[in-house]
């Protein structure tokens, strides 16, 4: 069983799914220590592990069902969970009131339900080493993108009432399982 044997749980592809999920692990301790600069880095390796699992499972024909679950367990830690922390936390510490906090973590966990709920649809239309021509709803990674987007303009005060960020995250949060047709790269 080597790296490159599509029945080994531990194949190459898979590691580097494994390697997804450390990362965002790392981001959100990061986060939670309230060192963004180090968990958006981190988040950034995800996203480019996320890249390479799919690329080296269908060069090497390592796609399986289980990488295919590995890589949604990863993309919802690291595209879902992970972002949602990291603006709900810069929110936060923008001196809101309880009840405010409870309002905007309210909308995260919308967004973290919308964001599984798109995740598990995907899986049940897509068979191990398929890729469709377009994605329906904005995938997870692009999601993700989204919330960094906001928690700059955020940070730079470019928006900076939160209330207004938690109302473009529940627009984000339709948009994961909205019927928008996303060209597949």
Avoid at 2 to 19: E, H, T, V, W
Avoid at 53 to 79: H, I, P
Wanted: hydrophobic share 55%.
């Amino acid at each position: 069983m080597g790296l490159f044997d599509k029945n080994n749980r531990f194949n190459m592809a898979n590691l580097i799914s494994f390697g997804n999920i450390a990362s965002g692990l790392m981001a959100i301790y990061f986060i939670v220590e309230g060192n963004f600069f180090v968990a958006i880095i981190l988040a950034w390796i995800a996203g480019g592990l996320d890249i390479a699992d799919g690329k080296v499972a269908r060069k090497y024909n390592l796609s399986t069902e289980f990488g295919v679950q590995l890589d949604s367990f990863a993309d919802f830690l690291s595209f879902v969970i992970m972002p949602s922390f990291l603006l709900f936390y810069a929110l936060r510490g923008s001196g809101l009131e309880t009840a405010g906090e409870i309002i905007l973590g309210l909308i995260f966990i919308v967004y973290v339900i919308s964001g599984l709920r798109r995740l598990i649809e995907f899986n049940l239309k897509v068979d191990a080493g398929e890729v469709a021509k377009y994605f329906e709803g904005v995938p997870t990674p692009l999601g993700a993108i989204l919330l960094w987007i906001l928690y700059l303009l955020f940070s730079y005060s470019i928006i900076a009432n939160p209330y207004v960020i938690g109302f473009l995250v529940l627009i984000i949060s339709w948009s994961l399982n909205s019927k928008l047709r996303i060209p597949h790269p």
